[in-house]
């Protein structure tokens, strides 16, 4: 092991030198050491243990054209949209890309990023499902790296979003314009950026919007079982919601669910609003009204600017929010102003 191994491990891990020495000498299981700490400080090991200098060189000399795409759910329609049209922009320069699904998982995804170094790709583009930046902040001193739709307010790190609080400012003041005042949001992880800012946004429309309002947050995935249970437990909450904000397309299909299993016709009985665009919400009866991400311009622009500095040698010091657009479906019932 090269001399101050231990102590970058334990900088990066907020784990002591001797757990981590524990681990790196095959006696973790003897001491209680958790599996998921095992992997997390073994994976973070595999990506520092090679020379920099060294890594640096092999990829200039053995470019094989590649992006390396990390996104935490390949299932989710949103990311697989991002995932298409990033494929499509590389294909343009022809490069080919290495997906990998993360499954919101931050262990899963120090395995890919190992994996991504070892296939020797030119760069990655990733949506982080963590809340750790040393790991990305260290693979970006060996590869370009820029982040999509997930990023991190307080790091350096390149990324390139939507403005999640405009649209959730946009989605709200559609509701509250509706004359609505009981309203149940149903949120992502609590450690995504994109659920922090779509809440701000919420409550930014509040203060300057709303009267009397009561805005209830519930959940914590962006899943179709987060939407429907949180729909499922609308009738335990007082005043009864009318209308609710689902903070993404899969949450949206779990509450759709539910409603039809309450029977409750949407904007009829309760009114509805959801947050990214997928061509099918226009075939639902009534089309649902959705703040639109610009998936494609999102997807286009991390790989030119990717692909700029892995041919140019240029750092990447991109932050971009690009402005999301409200589609208007039939969802929304308008109720009488309090």
């Known amino acids: 092991m090269k001399r101050g191994t231990l102590s970058e491990l334990s900088r990066l891990t907020g784990f002591s030198k001797t757990t981590i020495s524990r681990i790196l000498n095959g006696k973790a299981d003897e001491y209680r050491v958790s599996d998921t ?5 073994m994976s973070i090991y595999k990506l520092i243990s090679e020379d920099v200098d060294e890594t640096a060189q092999r990829l200039r000399n053995d470019s094989n054209k590649t992006i390396g795409l990390a996104v935490p759910s390949i299932s989710n329609p949103f990311f697989a949209n991002l995932s298409a049209s990033i494929i499509a922009e590389a294909r343009k320069y022809n490069y080919s890309v290495s997906i990998f699904d993360t499954q919101e998982n931050g262990t899963t995804e120090l395995e890919a990023l190992y994996e991504m170094r070892h296939r020797k790709v030119d760069g990655i583009v990733i949506v982080p499902c963590g809340g750790r930046t040393q790991e990305l902040e260290e693979m970006q001193k060996h590869i370009p790296v820029i982040l999509v739709d997930r990023y991190f307010k307080k790091s350096k790190l390149p990324y390139i979003s939507t403005n999640n609080f405009d649209g959730g400012y946009m989605a709200m003041k559609e509701l509250i314009k509706g004359g609505h005042r009981n309203i149940l949001c149903i949120e992502g992880p609590s450690i995504s950026i994109t659920t922090k800012e779509r809440e ?3 409550k930014a429309a509040v203060k300057e919007l709303g009267k009397n309002c009561n805005i209830y947050f519930r959940g914590n ?4 079982d987060n939407g429907y249970l949180q729909t499922r437990l609308l009738k335990l909450l007082d005043p009864q919601p009318t209308a609710i904000f689902a903070m993404s397309n899969t949450i949206l299909l779990g509450s759709l669910q539910a409603l039809k299993e309450f029977g409750l016709g949407i904007a009829e009985d309760i009114s509805i609003i959801s947050f990214d665009n997928l061509r099918y919400l226009d075939y639902f009866d009534p089309p649902i009204t959705r ?4 998936l494609k311009g999102i997807g286009q622009s991390a790989v030119k600017i990717l692909i700029g500095s892995i041919e140019n040698g240029r750092e990447i010091h991109s932050q971009i929010l690009m402005s999301p657009t409200l589609i ?5 019932k308008k109720l009488l102003k309090l």
């Open 37 to 41: 700490t095992q992997r997390m400080v």
């Open 200 to 202: 701000r946004g919420c």
């Open 221 to 224: 995935e962006f899943s179709i």
């Open 291 to 294: 703040i639109a991400q610009p």
């Open 328 to 332: 208007k479906g039939k969802s929304i």
